[in-house]
């Protein structure tokens, strides 16, 4: 019940994929690449994910119904250090990968962490129900703390930079963000491309960039063509966590709100 892509066989060879299909070198039970699940290839379809970087291929599984059967290009450093902290094995281990799905990493500043690592920022695309009507959501959550540029930490300053910016806490979750000035969604053909901010010299510069441009859903986009808002949640890392239902978003991100952890503002969509 394994599916193999045009394009992971591309990549991993017709050799290696028939041996897959075959069963021979398939995991058996998995944990879903994007939901963290268990899975079981021999019960339910699965989907084959290769994660490439640089130099490193990792090939991953996943739900078919979480996500199908695709090549996701990475950065080295990522593959590497997702692999490791993942699996505990050394780096280069086929064994582990970041999660996807709704997420895909991209990076934007602020990016430092008290550890060194670069951290990255999961964008989660969603809908969130406000008097009655769904309204297009993305939700971003750092993979690890971030430091204010030019220290070391150890604090996670993350949402005070956003507010700093004009991003406003959230008290209750049934109420629309503020409009905040000089940010905006871009899509392009119909998929996610950035978060943009302003740049200080009268134009926008990428706060977040998919690592390549990210589907959305036929409800997300005919809400955000219905009111081209995007209202964009932000929390710590660790206070959202990887929710594969949208319900189960909206408690998470109920939750932080509760905590005093979740900032949000709406942005107008640039492109289609």
């Known amino acids: 019940m394994l599916d193999?892509?045009?394009?992971?066989?591309?990549?991993?060879?017709?050799?290696?994929?028939?041996?897959?299909?075959?069963?021979?070198?398939a995991p058996g039970t998995y944990d879903c690449t994007s939901c963290r699940?268990?899975?079981d290839t021999e019960q339910e379809p699965t989907s084959t994910v290769l994660f490439v970087g640089e130099e490193t291929a990792v090939l991953a599984f996943a739900h078919a119904t979480c996500v199908p059967s695709q090549v996701v290009p990475v950065s080295e450093d990522q593959l590497q250090s997702a692999v490791h902290s993942i699996t505990g094995e050394a780096p280069g281990s086929p064994a582990g990968a970041p999660p996807i799905g709704s997420e895909l990493?991209?990076?934007?500043?602020?990016?430092?962490?008290?550890?060194?690592?670069?951290?990255?920022?999961?964008?989660?695309?969603g809908l969130i129900l406000m008097d009655g009507e769904p309204r297009p959501a993305l939700v971003v959550e750092p993979t690890a703390p971030i430091a204010r540029p030019g220290t070391n930490g150890p604090g996670d300053d993350f949402l005070p930079l956003l507010i700093e910016q004009g991003f406003l806490p959230v008290d209750d979750l049934a109420q629309a963000p503020s409009p905040i000035h000089g940010w905006s969604v871009l899509m392009a053909a119909?998929?996610?491309?950035a978060v943009l901010m302003p740049d200080g010299a009268g134009s926008q510069a990428a706060w977040w960039q998919a690592?390549?441009?990210?589907?959305v859903t036929e409800g997300w986009r005919?809400?955000?063509n219905k009111n081209p808002s995007v209202l964009v949640y932000a929390a710590p890392s660790g206070a959202i966590g990887n929710?594969?239902?949208?319900?189960?978003?909206?408690?998470?991100l109920e939750r932080a709100a509760a905590r005093g952890v979740l900032v949000a503002a709406a942005m107008p969509l640039s492109g289609t």
């Open 211 to 215: 690592h390549r441009p990210m589907p």
């Open 190 to 193: 119909g998929q996610l491309h």
């Open 4 to 25: 193999v892509s045009d394009d992971v066989r591309a990549e991993i060879g017709d050799e290696e994929a028939n041996r897959l299909l075959t069963g021979d070198g």
């Open 37 to 39: 699940t268990p899975g």
């Open 105 to 125: 990493p991209g990076s934007g500043a602020p990016e430092a962490e008290p550890t060194h690592r670069q951290a990255v920022l999961n964008v989660t695309c």
């Open 243 to 252: 929710q594969p239902r949208e319900d189960q978003m909206r408690d998470a």
């Open 222 to 224: 005919l809400a955000v």
